[in-house]
């Protein structure tokens, strides 16, 4: 089946710093990736939709200059967390989609981010 | 907008007992309805999804759920659960490009 992977799989970082967490479609072409994140038992909250070679499509309330989106090839797509706090500490789960369905849509196993 | 409704948070269930998560939607039509298992260290995978037809979907692991549009539910059952089952739940329902999802219900399972 399709494999999509993330990298890290979890970051501690520092206030202030930032950090970048890749997502990656191993198997097959990613038309379409998304970003969300997680609280602690909590569902999972879309943040944006990249399409590759296009600016990110961000949800309401995400500040685009605090994650910024790069899917800068069909089996890649990066989220940067720019001067991190830890407010922004979650799980971040990213997903890519090979066809235009909504169930083509495969997911990532999450990067836990942890700012100290 | 649509949204999804998971009204159970935990449920501990006794390992070969049979098994119904709860999932109401909230939409104007009939949406397209999935459910997704997420473990530890895991990425969410799907256990079977319905978009129009039957009204019971069997999916994967011995997993089905019923779509009753009177009721806007899609509730997932087993008939006789495994230890390998725990693991959090999450409805979702898909509108054009997205998924929604629900809160998640965490599934225990007693020896």
């Known amino acids: 089946g399709a494999v999509v992977s993330q990298h890290p799989s979890w970051v501690i970082c520092k206030s202030g710093t930032s950090v970048k967490i890749e997502c990656r479609s191993l198997?097959?072409?990613?038309?379409?990736m998304f970003w969300y994140r997680q609280f602690p038992k909590q569902s999972l909250m879309l943040m944006a939709t990249?399409?590759?070679?296009?600016?990110?499509?961000?949800e309401q309330g995400v500040e685009k200059d605090k994650f910024l989106i790069n899917h800068a090839s069909l089996t890649l797509s990066t989220l940067t967390v720019t001067s991190a706090h830890p407010e922004d500490s979650s799980f971040y789960i990213c997903?890519?989609?090979?066809?235009?369905?909504?169930?083509?849509?495969?997911f990532g196993p999450g990067t836990r981010l942890t700012v100290t | 907008a649509q949204s999804v409704t998971q009204p159970d948070i935990h449920i501990t269930v006794s390992e070969g007992a049979s098994l119904e998560l709860r999932c109401n939607y909230s939409?104007?039509?009939?949406?397209?309805l999935f459910w997704y298992v997420q473990s530890p260290g895991q990425g969410l995978q799907l256990l079977l999804k319905?978009?129009?037809?039957?009204?019971l979907v069997q999916g994967i692991k011995g997993f089905e759920a019923e779509f009753k549009r009177s009721q806007s539910s899609f509730n997932l059952r087993k008939p006789s659960v495994h230890w390998s089952d725990a693991a959090e739940y999450f409805c979702?329902?898909?509108?054009?490009?997205?998924?929604?999802f629900g809160g998640g219900t965490r599934l225990m399972v007693k020896p």
């Open positions: 997903s890519a989609r090979w066809g235009l369905s909504v169930d083509e849509q495969y």
């Open positions: 198997d097959f072409q990613a038309t379409t």
């Open positions: 990249s399409n590759e070679g296009s600016k990110a499509t961000y």
């Open positions: 939409y104007g039509a009939t949406p397209y």
């Open positions: 319905y978009f129009s037809g039957d009204t």
């Open positions: 979702a329902v898909g509108v054009g490009n997205m998924l929604t």
